[in-house]
């Protein structure tokens, strides 16, 4: 009897899956924007999903991915619209174009603005990195995180607020050496 060796298989696909799964909350919050329905919202992203997955084949790895999925998934907006006619209260196709033209001129500014957030977070100091991500990401209240750390949730406001000014003034400043190194 052979050994099986447990080799990791590597997929000409690869590449795109890490693009696709990379891009799915930049997706949602993109067709959020276009159909204002969290139901729509799922049911077409699973549509888009689908969609780029077929067509991957025909996407152009020297293009920008986030500007050829939105326009994958402006087709599936138009197409759920058009399936979901008899609800009167949906934006005109007209105002869906300037919509998704305005969003896709945006995604170079969100990225550039990821980028230089994800910098200035690893600039911070630890225990001011810690309270953001307790905060913000974890979910913790402000009373929680003022009484794991024996101060007064005043205290707490006035450090996040601080915080929040020092990583503004931070990514301002990413940016402006961006645009003019």
């Known amino acids: ?25 930049w997706l949602r919050t993109y067709l959020c924007t276009l159909l204002r329905d969290r139901t729509a919202t799922d049911d077409v992203q699973q549509e888009v999903n689908v969609a780029l997955w077929k ?4 996407y152009d790895a020297t ?9 994958v998934a402006l087709l599936e907006v138009l197409q759920h619209r058009r399936k979901a006619a ?17 969003y896709v001129k945006e995604i170079g500014k969100v990225t550039a603005r990821e980028a230089a957030l994800s ?4 600039k911070l100091k630890t225990n001011d990195r810690w309270m953001l ?7 913790l209240a402000i009373a929680q995180i ?6 007064p949730v005043s205290t707490i406001y006035s450090s996040l607020a601080r915080i929040r000014e020092a990583l503004y003034r931070c990514i301002q400043s990413q940016i402006a050496q961006q ?3």
């Not at 060796?5 to 799915?24: G, M, N, R």
């Not at 067509?55 to 025909?58: H, L, Q, S």
């Not at 910098?119 to 690893?122: A, D, N, Q, S, V």
């Open 63 to 71: 293009r920008d991915f986030k500007r050829w999925a939105a326009g």
């Open 86 to 102: 008899t609800n009167k209260l949906q934006f005109d196709e007209s105002l869906l174009n300037i919509l998704s033209d305005d």
């Open 179 to 181: 645009l003019h190194p």
């Open 1 to 25: 009897m052979k050994a099986q060796t447990s080799a990791t298989h590597v997929s000409e696909d690869d590449p795109f899956v890490e693009q696709l799964a990379a891009s799915q909350v």
């Open 55 to 58: 067509n991957r084949k025909t």
């Open 133 to 139: 991500e307790t905060h913000y990401w974890s979910g």
């Open 119 to 122: 910098e200035c977070l690893k």
């Open 146 to 151: 003022a009484s794991q750390l024996g101060r």
